[in-house]
């Protein structure tokens, strides 16, 4: 029995001996791909730098007469932009366009102030009404498609999703160039950093990604030398500070620091442009595509739950690289798809009568959601700011715990114009403010009275956006925002999306050659960022465009 037991207990040791080795080398691999992978991060943010772009551009380069440079900025907080600049904390932001071009005071984005949607506003110079991008997540009823664009092999479907112009193709033939935007349909050479970028996005380096996006400049110098042109338009998208706003707040140490290193990045491009002697023809544009506002991780608001009272099958999960028939038999099986993942703006979908290829009336949709027991009322709902939907064609219900109010629609000869009816509840507030109270007792206004009644507003430029949102299939048939602080998704400390001047309100700034400097503007849309760029390339913007160039005070 001993001598059994000896060699059971050593047979035991022996096979714990080599599971420690197993644990032991398990470990050891760990610890090398933790230093590889640290390494590899750390050589790549050297690659990147912070120090002076190097590469030079050479002498049989042909410059455009005119070249635009946007500046494209993911998720900037427009109120600590303008602190910074003001304190002399983002110095290059400040020299180069504050002191030395014209900044809009209260440029307002476009609803929902999403990514999807704003950047391709952006370079298309349409509102998501008309170029079908409501958000980075959508459905679409005739296609059984619940797009979700926050996967490598989605990010760039974009391009196939929207049939808009983009600013590539309206200033064709003119030679573009675009570094790391996700909508580059049209131009002349893109430059993705698909690999370099996702590594650092795999290791939450954000300030790396756009550290990575200035340093892609001498990329773009290079390639430029090998065409002998320099490109009429160079877009360089910044995505990395929004990554930090969601993850840490906008009025966190990191943000702070974040926003400290896209002026670093900014101010590195400006230079290498100077040294190289194309500011003299370059037109500097800052943009960006939203805001961003602190949310309190604990207030979660929980849509899925409030629908599912309705006793209807529902999905959120997204359902995209697969054939049509398989999307098909999936979406059938539902009545409701609700897109929440956006953060403070989802978009719920209701089945047709007979199926999703035919909506639903707007008295069917107002049944569905005034049945629901009135604590789950969406509207009801702690931490929902409003909750829009049709009343018919022309006309917008605004509801939310407060009341409701309407928004109507009407043509006044060939121009759309607006009227926001308190039906008896001011719901956005405006009626608060006198001045504000006057114009909206006064009628119907067009969409660029709106904006200038409502940009310093708390609620700014809402009134002319959501009748003709609520009419595009992929949002759905109700919109509902969040209120201040909170969000559809758990445990984000920052978001956007919602209908509140932190998450609408964005930096634009223009410099050049013959711009004022120190000069200052009222106000202005995204949609207007397409059509300056074409006036300042000297290209007519087409009159369909629902924006106007900025009138920027020229020397």
């Known amino acids: 029995m001993k001598t059994m037991r000896r060699t059971l207990c050593a047979g035991r040791l022996k096979e714990v001996d080599r599971g420690d080795s197993k644990l032991r080398n398990l470990a050891s691999t760990r610890r090398f791909a933790a230093v590889l992978c640290t390494a590899i991060l750390v050589w790549l943010s050297g690659c990147a730098g912070k120090g002076p772009l190097r590469q030079e551009l050479a002498d049989h380069v042909e410059r455009p007469p005119r070249s635009v440079v946007l500046f494209l900025c993911d998720g900037v907080n427009a109120d600590l932009l303008e602190e910074g600049c003001g304190a002399g904390w983002l110095p290059n932001i400040e020299q180069r366009f504050c002191q030395g071009g014209t900044r809009v005071q209260n440029a307002i984005t476009i609803h929902p102030s999403i990514t999807y949607a704003s950047v391709t506003t952006l370079l298309t110079g349409l509102e998501p009404a008309e170029h079908r991008i409501p958000g980075n997540r959508w459905f679409d009823p005739q296609q059984r498609l619940l797009r979700d664009y926050a996967y490598i092999a989605t ?38 950093n ?25 990329l773009v110098a290079r390639r430029a030398n090998r065409a002998g042109q320099w490109p009429a ?15 840490r707040g906008a009025t966190s140490p990191e943000y702070h620091a974040a926003l400290l290193n896209l002026d670093l990045h900014v101010g590195r491009v400006c230079d290498w442009l100077e040294e190289q002697g194309l500011l003299s023809t370059t ?53 409701q798809v609700i897109s929440y993942e956006d953060g403070r ?8 009568p ?65 009227r926001y009816v308190p039906s008896p509840d001011d719901v956005l507030g405006y009626l608060e403010n006198p001045e504000l109270a006057a114009f909206v007792n006064a009628g119907f206004h067009d969409a660029r009275e709106w904006l200038a009644a409502t940009c310093t507003d708390d609620v700014p430029a809402l009134v002319p956006d959501i009748v003709p949102l609520l009419h595009e299939p992929r949002v759905g048939q109700a919109i509902v925002f969040a209120a201040a602080g909170c969000s559809f998704v758990a445990d984000q400390p920052g978001g956007h999306g919602g209908i509140r001047r932190g998450e609408m309100r964005v930096p634009l700034m223009i410099a050049g050659p013959d ?34 160039p900025v009138d920027l005070p020229h020397l």
């Open 345 to 352: 703006c989802a978009f719920v979908y209701f089945k047709g």
């Open 155 to 192: 990010y760039v479907s974009v391009n196939e999703d929207t049939d808009a112009e983009t600013v590539y193709e309206l200033i064709a033939p003119a030679y573009s160039m675009s570094v790391q935007s996700p909508l580059r349909r049209g131009v002349s050479d893109n430059i993705a």
């Open 194 to 218: 698909w690999a370099q970028s996702g590594v650092r996005w795999f290791f939450r380096d954000y300030p790396g990604v756009d550290a990575l996006t200035a340093k892609t400049v001498e």
């Open 233 to 247: 338009l160079l877009t360089l998208y910044f995505p990395g500070l929004d990554s930090v706003g969601h993850e």
């Open 283 to 335: 037109y500097l544009l800052l943009v960006a595509d939203h805001g961003m506002i602190d949310v309190d991780p604990c207030r979660h608001v929980d849509l899925v739950q409030a629908l599912q009272q309705t006793g209807a099958s529902l999905t959120h999960q997204p359902c995209q690289n697969v054939p049509y028939k398989r999307r098909r038999r999936h979406f059938d099986q539902f009545e």
């Open 354 to 418: 007979s199926g999703w290829d035919q909506r639903p009336t707007t008295a069917a949709v107002h049944e569905r959601l005034t049945s629901l027991p009135p604590e789950w009322q969406l509207w009801n709902l702690d931490g929902v700011d409003l909750v829009a939907y049709l009343a018919d064609d022309d006309e917008a219900i605004l509801r939310s715990a407060r009341g409701e109010a309407r928004v109507i629609e009407r043509l006044d000869g060939e121009t759309a114009v607006y």
């Open 515 to 548: 711009i004022q400097p120190r000069g200052v503007i009222e106000c202005a849309r995204t949609v207007d960022v397409v059509p300056t760029i074409m006036t300042l390339l000297d290209v007519e913007p087409p009159t369909e465009l629902p924006g106007v």
